[in-house]
């Protein structure tokens, strides 16, 4: 798999730890294959953070001066859209979902790239807010991160994030509202602005007929007022569409269940319970969101709109997905996807999440297989020291039919100037691909290798790497793993 991009400094591997899993999620949506999502997902970060670097410098020599930016992820998440253009371009389209491709070549695409008046009004109302406030709006509701979580990310009083959180939404209704009145509109659509502003203002106005019918066929009066109710929970949809074009809904589906199943994993009380609960509350809103948004949309018989997601929303949730998720754990390849031929009108169809095994008892090692462990890395990188003791951390990242990804993290009682880790699979698994690590599989039996880059580790240190695997039945935990050939405890 092509190298991950190296952060810079220590502010860049920060946001590579927190944007990155987004990054990998979206670049999966848009490619055919776990391979080239992980492609794509490098260039497109290198492509993302370069911008990112500019537009902060622009910023400093402004003397003050704001200049219209969007948040860290979101921007990643337009690169990754701007790179698999460029890839389509190119002659490398054969890399991209084929629905994506329609999209590309489609008006809809143009939008995004074409002149500022004629972008999708989400895009241009987050642009226009502060970065800060920006960042906390998308994090809350695309990313679906609690509010205790959001708040440790940026630096918040946990006590006052929600008060904030609220005026920031009306921030962004305001800035959603002059942007709308600021686009071109014929005079139909400017007779219905001031009734669109007072009708989505209310919690309880019933929208008027003719309004009603004006919103089923006019592409750019609908995206506003899908941005400007901000009561329903249609705001995550209307942010995540316009903000990213093809695929929004899928996205916000993928990144909902990424974090449900995170808030899963946490241990009973503290924080984390406080998260939990948190998250649930949202998902329950960002589910009936979903489908306010498509409700919203549904109507448009235009064929072809900012986030083409197709057909009904029965279609949608019969439809299948032949691809491998490679990012946010627990999503499942029954995922809704988006389609290039319809307009954005269903929802992210509701998908069964792949849970994480629980820990299984160590099994008897398999007939047929040596008691011996087998030590098969490369022989120029030897295991230079045998330490005294050692513990494994084997995390299921992510899951669905036919493949999963994990890391392995060991932390050694002492220091290390080389390194090989083996294990053995229960259930036949195999792995494809790994990162920093060279692999080796027998069998059941797997080496990881150290990198040129990672062979020291210091006493007490953890060394980590990942991968990717295939599996045709069951994904039992592994066990007999091995640091240097001397047995480790697994936690």
Known sequence: MPDLPTPQDDTEAALFSECWDAVLSYADLCTSGSLTAHQLATEAFTLGMREVRAAASTHVRGAGSRTARLPTIPALLTAVRATAAAWEAGGQGHKLDPELRLWLNSGSAARFCGPP????????????????????????????????????????????????????????????????????????????????????????????????????????????????????????????????????????????????????????????????????????????????????????????????????AEDTAAAQDDRQPVAGPGVSRTAARPTATHSSSAPASATRTERRPAPQKPDPEPQGTSSATHRAGPANTPATTRPAGCRVAYELDSQW??????????????????????????????????????????????????????????????????????????????????????????S
Not at 435 to 455: C, E, F, L, M
Not at 465 to 487: A, K, W
């Open 117 to 312: 008046l004629g972008r999708p009004v989400a895009l241009r109302g987050l642009r226009d807010m502060q970065e800060a406030d920006a960042a906390l709006l998308w994090l809350a509701e695309v990313e679906a991160l609690p509010l205790p979580t959001v708040a440790r990310r940026l630096g918040l009083d946990p006590a006052t994030v929600a008060d904030e959180l609220d005026q920031v939404r009306g921030l962004f209704r305001d800035r959603c509202h002059r942007a709308h009145l600021d686009s071109p509109m014929d005079a139909q659509c400017r007779s219905y602005a001031r009734l669109l502003d007072a009708v989505t203002r209310s919690t309880v106005a019933e929208t008027p007929g003719d309004l009603s019918r004006h919103l089923a066929t006019c592409v750019r009066c609908a995206e506003a007022a899908a941005c400007l109710r901000l009561h329903g929970g249609g705001l995550p949809g209307a942010l995540a569409g316009g903000v990213i074009g093809w695929g929004g809904l899928a996205y916000l589906e993928r990144r909902r269940r990424a974090t449900e199943v995170r808030l899963g994993a946490g241990r009973p009380g503290g924080a984390d319970a406080d998260d939990r609960e948190e998250g649930t509350g949202r998902s329950r809103v960002l589910r009936g969101g979903l489908l306010a948004t498509a409700v919203l949309l549904s109507a448009l018989a235009l064929g072809v709109s900012m986030m083409p997601f197709g057909g009904s």
């Open 401 to 490: 039919p036919d493949g999963f990804q994990a890391t392995v993290s060991v932390t050694t009682d002492q220091a290390l100037t080389g390194w090989e880790v083996s294990w053995a699979f229960r259930d036949g698994q195999r792995v494809g691909q790994m990162w920093d690590a060279t692999v080796h599989q027998d069998g059941p039996r797997v080496t990881a290798t150290a990198a040129d880059y990672n062979k020291a580790v210091a006493a007490h240190g953890t060394l980590s790497f990942g991968f990717l695997g295939s599996l045709t039945g069951g994904n039992r935990t592994p066990y007999r793993f091995t640091l240097n050939g001397s047995p480790c405890t697994v």
